[in-house]
């Protein structure tokens, strides 16, 4: 091989060389570029938390998921997150930005809180009693939330129904909402099971149930269709929520069954927050309601009319608190 062949060769080989260099970059770039945006596709809560995990001056306000999904949730919590950025940035917090992040479980929530992942946690008595418990909360105020200071939970049946009392409800089933509601789960369960009764979940709600047992399905929102429908014969939910879903027709359905008052809705903060954040949050809530402009940011937020302070933590929980002992499965469960 002469002298011109050689170099004719070795050039080729560079030549050969680099295309394979730029494929092995190319796709290497197109594999990371790939697994990035797939993961955001199946897990976009994940990726968001881990933004916000290190992000600063991020104010971060959390509640459990409803039947709503996280979108909803967002959007009805977005334009008070806001205002509440806005008006501590004016007090000088310098936060740059605030975001909903949203809890699939308490439990869920619960380590948000620990890892400083979520700052206020806005959401009903039980699933912030179990957060308190597990990571430590302090609660702010009660949110009149659609205009209301305190509800209870209530059983219902169709008006027609052969059930009257507790004990008809042996060997039949319950429509509960899930596993994070208060009056639509633990509240009324929980007074159940302090009455004496023994409560047993099931899949379906056509699986058998014992006759020394009361039996109940998870329906997440379904609660009132499931028994207008007799698919199941009874159900449990916040009256106030009963009367406004049933309209005219509630005259068609009976309650049977009612438990105490609680707080409407509860807000707290982490109890690792700085105190004198704590306090100006405390401060904008309790006077939001003083001026037309904050009353508007109000009615956007699922028709609160105002925030009022809580006298004590006995206050805050009341018979949550009392009845936990009776369901210290939930708190491990969670």
């Not at 897990?43 to 104010?59: C, D, R």
């Amino acid at each position: 091989m002469n002298t011109v062949q050689q170099k004719g060769l070795a050039g080729l080989l560079i030549i050969i060389a680099m295309v394979v260099i730029v494929i092995v970059i190319g796709g290497s770039i197109w594999y990371l570029s790939t697994a990035n945006n797939l993961q955001k596709q199946f897990n976009p809560q994940i990726t968001l938390l881990t933004q916000s995990g290190v992000e600063k001056n991020v104010l971060r306000v959390g509640g459990t998921i409803d039947e709503s999904g996280l979108a909803a949730d967002t959007k009805e919590f977005q334009p008070f997150i806001d205002y509440l950025v806005h008006t501590l940035l004016t007090r000088g917090f310098p936060y740059t930005k605030g975001e909903f992040v949203g809890a699939h479980s308490v439990s869920e929530m619960a380590q948000l809180v620990r890892e400083k992942k979520i700052d206020i946690i806005i959401d009903s008595a039980f699933p912030i009693y179990v957060v308190d418990t597990l990571a430590g909360a302090q609660v702010l105020v009660d949110r009149w939330k659609g205009g209301v200071e305190a509800y209870h939970s209530a059983i219902f049946v169709k008006e027609n129904s052969p059930i009257h009392t507790l004990d008809d409800l042996k060997g039949k089933m319950l429509a509960f909402d899930s596993a994070t509601a208060t009056t639509g789960y633990f509240l009324p369960k929980a007074e159940l099971i302090k009455q004496g009764y023994t409560l047993t979940q099931k899949t379906k709600s056509t699986d058998s149930c014992s006759p020394k047992e009361i039996c109940y399905v998870f329906v997440h929102g379904n609660i009132y269709e499931s028994v207008a429908k007799g698919i199941i014969p009874a159900g449990a939910e916040s009256e106030i929520e009963i009367d406004a879903y049933f309209g005219e027709t509630i005259h068609n359905y009976r309650i049977i069954s009612r438990t105490p008052d609680i707080l409407r809705f509860l807000v707290a903060t982490r109890s690792t927050m700085d105190p004198n954040q704590r306090n100006a949050i405390k401060d904008i809530l309790l006077t939001m309601h003083q001026t037309q402009q904050e009353r508007i940011v109000l009615d956007s937020f699922a028709k609160t009319t105002k925030f009022t302070t809580v006298a004590t933590t006995d206050t805050a929980y009341g018979v949550i608190k009392d009845l936990t002992s009776l369901v210290e499965d939930e708190i491990v469960q969670q």
